[in-house]
């Protein structure tokens, strides 16, 4: 992975792959620089999670792949084609705001799926919109528009729309960030079964802050890094699937790569505030 | 179901009751005199009616029906005990309500006519205004660099009040109905363009981020994103202009018309016939208060989706 591995040296299997990706901000009067140097190779039907605190780029990075944002340097391929722009070859989960409004629930996947780009009848489409509100549970609430859900069941319906497309990757932005403990652990249970099965066995790029949840879900965990953004480490996370939460948490091996990864992620949280200070202390 | 009626509501039937008794059993006063009262009794009668079925389909709102027409009766005694039998006030100037609701009952075929022509030429003005502000402002809303042009433009024109068009429409324009339209149309067309613009802008970043990833054409993102999106706003806009298709159409009639709602309001002013004043008046509340319901119910059906429950 180093910086200058050009486009035929990528493994046959990697379905992501970013090099040499940089992204700034701003004028050269005032540059930010978010996203510096990030080379990672995503092999095809991995989950992979990017971690890291708050301003480290993690988000900018779902934002080139899904193509919303044009890196300033770099390149993103998925299937060695490189990024030109949005599409529904990539499905993408936010962590609110995926869904609109003025759609219900079952209209919203609808749309989803007319845009996946297929000759589908109306009828296939609704069967398959269908299917998928069931299998997160919605069945119910197929006419409800997402105001009058709650946070978890709006994150459902999501995650059915992003299945639904059956894309070439999903890309997941904090998805369960704005949720509930209790829901949270409901909802990652829930993507791990759906995921685990056929088509659906994708890759997927998951961006969380959560080092538990990178450790329950992950083939590999990228350890990012603030100011600038940039990917410290890659861990391989080595547990069997399918995992369960209670066994998992109680062993050797989970416990020390949970403590290596919070003494990565604290090492660089300290190092920032000391950073920090120092600019303050400078400026006064 | 007793409960859940207001004693007041009793109130209301008295105070009607009484109107009616009073106008049946104590003469008018000599220059209040209307002949015939049988329209003034009729509305009477209807307003019972109206409120009975106000507490029966409305029983979660029936104190709100019950005060409601406890202002309306209460009003309408004192206008018949007042002006109608005591004459407190100049009669001519200002009638008691039998001799005004006698007005609708004489005059019923003009008032009609009119009320159908004043609105078919608001109804054609108000429709142009939304179909070209609609799309233009949902077109200008998403280009930043047409914004930056027409919102100081829609700024400067969007106060002006469109009657000072009408010389114009009068002259260039071949009919009277097509220089209302037109008036109308200004009028309309920008509270309607600049709320759609802010409606635009009102869109969340997120929803609009969420509809790229799905790589929608530009047509779609303005049809399935925007529009909906700039729904709310646009119907807030489009109640101003509402309002101001009403304000331009009756204006422009007292001026220039021969027929509708403003003109027989200005023809019986010539005449000093206040009474048929008042019930031209009285007509036009009517229609406002008949459309407002549409355009409300129509809104509510439009944006069920922003209902919480």
């Not at chain 1, 119910?140 to 059915?160: D, E, H, W």
């Not at chain 1, 940039?230 to 109680?250: H, M, N, Q, T, Y």
């Not at chain 2, 303005?222 to 700039?230: D, E, F, K, N, S």
Request: glycine fraction near 8%.
């Amino acid at each position: 992975m180093r910086p200058e591995r050009s486009h035929k040296e990528v493994p046959i299997l990697a379905t992501i792959t970013f090099s040499n990706l940089c992204m700034q901000y701003g004028n050269n009067g005032s540059r930010y620089t978010a996203l510096s140097e990030v080379n990672l190779d995503i092999r095809d039907g991995d989950f992979i999670s990017l971690i890291g605190p708050s301003g480290c780029g993690k988000s900018t990075i779902i934002d080139i792949v899904s193509g919303l944002k044009v890196p300033t340097a770099g390149t993103v391929l998925i299937d060695r084609e490189p990024v030109s722009g949005p599409g529904p070859d990539r499905g993408t989960v936010f962590q609110d705001y995926s869904l609109f409004p003025w759609m219900t629930a079952f209209e919203n996947i609808c749309f989803a799926i007319e845009h996946t780009g297929g000759s589908h009848t109306k009828a296939e489409i609704g069967k398959r919109a269908e299917e998928y509100l069931n299998l997160v549970g919605l069945g119910k609430f197929r006419n409800a528009y997402p105001n009058t859900l709650s946070g978890g069941m709006r994150q459902r319906v999501s995650i059915a729309r992003m299945f639904s497309m059956n894309p070439k990757v999903f890309l997941m932005d904090e998805p369960f960030g704005a949720l509930d403990s209790l829901n949270r652990i409901y909802m990652q249970d829930l993507l791990l079964n759906l995921w685990s099965e056929g088509e659906r066995h994708k890759t997927v790029l998951f961006v969380t802050h959560d080092v538990d949840e990178a450790l329950l879900l992950s083939d590999r965990i990228a350890v990012m890094t603030p100011s600038p953004g940039r990917i410290k480490e890659v861990i391989d996370v080595p547990f069997s699937r399918p995992r369960c939460r209670k066994s998992l948490g109680a062993t050797a091996e989970y416990l020390a790569l949970k403590s290596h990864l919070l003494s990565v992620l604290y090492c660089e949280m300290m190092g920032e505030i000391e950073h920090q200070t120092q600019n303050f202390r400078g400026m006064a | 179901m007793t409960e859940e009626i207001p004693r007041t509501a009793i109130a209301v039937y008295l105070l009607l009751a009484a109107a009616l008794a009073v106008q049946v059993l104590v003469p008018d006063a000599p220059r209040q005199a209307a002949g015939d009262a049988s329209a003034f009794l009729s509305v009477l009668v209807l307003l019972a009616i109206l409120f009975t079925a106000g507490l029966v389909f409305h029983k979660k709102n029936a104190r709100a029906v019950t005060d409601l027409f406890l202002v309306i009766a209460v009003f309408l005694v004192l206008w018949e005990v007042l002006l109608g039998k005591l004459s407190l006030l100049d009669p001519l100037l200002f009638p008691g309500p039998a001799k005004v609701f006698q007005v609708f009952a004489s005059d019923w075929q003009l008032m009609l006519y009119g009320a159908v022509g004043s609105l078919g030429i608001m109804v054609t003005g108000y429709f142009f205004a939304l179909a070209i502000a609609i799309p233009l402002g949902l077109y200008i809303g998403w280009r930043r660099r047409l914004y930056d042009v027409a919102y100081p433009i829609a700024k400067a024109v969007s106060p002006i009040p469109p009657t000072v068009y009408l010389p114009y429409a009068i002259v260039l324009l071949p009919t009277f109905a097509a220089s209302s339209v037109f008036l109308i149309f200004i009028g309309a067309f920008w509270p309607i363009l600049v709320g759609t613009i802010y409606g635009v802008f009102a869109v969340d970043h997120r929803i609009i981020n969420s509809a790229r990833t799905l790589g929608l054409s530009d047509h779609q993102m303005v049809r399935r994103i925007l529009l909906p999106g700039a729904m709310p706003s646009i119907f807030s806009g489009a109640m101003i202009a509402l309002i101001m298709s009403f304000i331009s159409i009756t204006v422009a009639e007292m001026i220039a018309a021969t027929s509708g709602l403003g003109w027989y309001i200005e023809y019986n002013h010539q005449f000093a016939n206040y009474e048929k004043v008042i019930a031209g008046m009285i007509l036009i509340a009517l229609v406002v208060i008949a459309v407002m319901f549409l355009f409300d119910r129509i809104q509510q059906h439009c944006l069920r989706w922003q209902q919480s429950e």
